[in-house]
């Protein structure tokens, strides 16, 4: 088997169905180890400083008539535009609900992957990790009412440079999205980097030109 990403040599590669004794997809393997063991702190980060988290997988879309004009550039600086904008888009929330009273705030942390598929074109899979005492589920793609799919949406759309469209997402939400994990419960811990490695494969990732294929928060 091999021990080193063939595409790049600084990664290696993970052929086993556990890592730190968390089991991982196994029709997913092989993974990337500094994959995994991003994801592992990211989230031991999350519980350490929260005894409750909301986290939960959504995959933001870009329209083809977008995507067809986007550069290497473009992509380069849009996860880093739609990170900054979710961000904001929480902190004004949060200040919001302040005024109404005691209102728990959150750090917005992520893993996010970057994959290419057979059609030569990038896409993304975002793993979100808030404080549940802040925000208890996401609610619902193209709801009327506010929601965290709604945010994420809003800051995807501003990331592209496009008025956002409420009755147009660009978001895929996938089956069984949500993932509640409590500090002392390791079976929940469990279920949330199950689920969040399958960002940490090896296939279908794109190396070279300066971008990236994987990234987490680091706060």
């Known amino acids: ?11 290696h590669l993970h052929h086993y169905n556990a890592y730190n ?3 991982v997809q196994m029709e997913s393997l092989p993974m990337v ?5 991003a994801l592992h702190a990211t989230l031991d980060k999350a519980t350490n400083h929260y005894p409750r988290v909301l986290a939960f997988r959504v995959d933001p879309v870009i329209p083809a008539a977008i995507s067809d004009r986007m550069t290497v550039e473009d992509h380069m600086r849009l996860i880093r535009r739609f990170i ?11 200040e919001r609900k ?3 009273g005691r209102a728990p705030d959150t750090k917005v942390r992520y893993v996010w992957c970057r994959e290419v598929g057979t059609n030569g074109k990038p896409h ?43 009755q147009e997402p660009w978001i895929h939400v996938p089956q069984n999205p949500v993932y509640w994990i409590d500090r002392d419960d390791a079976e929940s811990f469990q ?7 399958y960002l940490c494969k090896a296939e279908t990732k794109l190396y070279g030109k300066g971008m990236r294929a994987f990234d987490t928060s680091r706060n």
């Open 1 to 11: 088997m091999l021990q080193r990403h063939p595409d790049n040599t600084n990664l």
């Open 21 to 23: 004794d968390l089991e």
């Open 33 to 37: 180890t500094e994959y995994l063991e």
């Open 84 to 94: 900054a904008s979710l961000k904001a888009i929480i902190k004004h929330d949060r």
């Open 98 to 100: 302040r005024q109404g």
């Open 124 to 166: 993304y899979h975002f793993f979100l990790i808030l404080n549940r005492d802040a925000y208890h589920l996401p609610g619902r793609a193209c709801s009327p009412n506010e929601n965290l799919f709604n945010r994420v949406s809003r800051a995807w759309y501003s990331a592209l440079g496009v008025e956002w469209n409420s």
């Open 191 to 197: 279920r949330a980097f199950y689920r969040a490695s």
